[in-house]
């Protein structure tokens, strides 16, 4: 497990350098600086933030494959797909429903804490983990440059309608995201699972 922890944590490294895929964070989970958010634009917020929604889908796709709800799995990684830089909210609100929706059958399907897992479905568990780590320290991020934007999120366009829906819907979005985080993280202990550092750090931080 730990040598697969490692390749994780290297492949992550290489897409942020990269900076070409869409599973890379828009700045590196960190919230922007007075001077990049003064120049920021709604529409450059949105793309950031549905780089990390597709994250966050497929960390949840993972998590959900690898304790054999392969049909839900399934519908977290089409809506990622389907998620595109320009989203509008209406497409927002979907993936959002989703990931939520996600989220709590994930939540029901480990609530016992006792599940027997393969090790294909260890694995997957372990990387989901690790991928919604990295999307709720981002979302985190997203969610407080948008609280500094207000004034720009007034602006007619459909960007500025999508930021300004994320403005008030981020922050139980990050909270939601992190309750299943920490169940997940319960269940692999129960489990002996291991657990991502990235996972515990993130909990601890929101």
Same mark, same amino acid.
């Given at each position: 497990m730990t040598n697969n922890y490692f390749k994780a944590a290297v492949a $992550?490294?290489?897409?942020?350098?990269?900076?070409a895929s869409h599973a890379q964070l828009g700045n590196g989970g960190a919230a922007m600086s007075d001077v990049?958010?003064?120049?920021?634009?709604?529409?450059?917020?949105?793309?950031?933030?549905?780089?990390?929604?597709?994250?966050?889908?497929d960390a949840e796709a993972s998590l959900l494959a690898g304790v054999g709800l392969k049909e839900q799995a399934a519908k977290a990684g089409a809506q990622s797909k389907a998620l595109a830089p320009d989203s509008t909210r209406g497409t927002i609100e979907v993936a959002i429903l989703l990931q939520t929706d996600s989220g $709590?059958?994930?939540?029901?399907?480990?609530?016992?804490?006792?599940?027997?897992?393969?090790?294909?479905?260890?694995?997957?568990?372990?990387?989901?983990?690790?991928?919604?780590a990295r999307g709720i320290t981002e979302g985190a991020a997203v969610s407080k440059d948008l609280a500094g934007m207000k004034q720009k999120l007034k602006t007619p366009g459909q960007a500025a309608a999508a930021a300004l829906y994320l403005s008030k819907s981020l922050p139980g979005v990050v909270k939601s995201l992190t309750q299943t985080l920490k169940a997940a993280v319960d269940f692999s202990k129960a489990n002996n699972i291991s657990v991502p550092p990235q996972a515990s750090e993130a909990l601890a931080t929101q």
């Open positions: $992550s490294l290489l897409l942020v350098c990269a900076g990049e958010r003064a120049n920021a634009s709604p529409a450059t917020v949105v793309e950031r933030y549905v780089r990390n929604a597709q994250v966050v889908l $709590s059958a994930l939540e029901q399907k480990i609530g016992g804490l006792t599940l027997a897992l393969d090790d294909a479905g260890r694995r997957q568990f372990s990387e989901g983990m690790f991928e919604l």
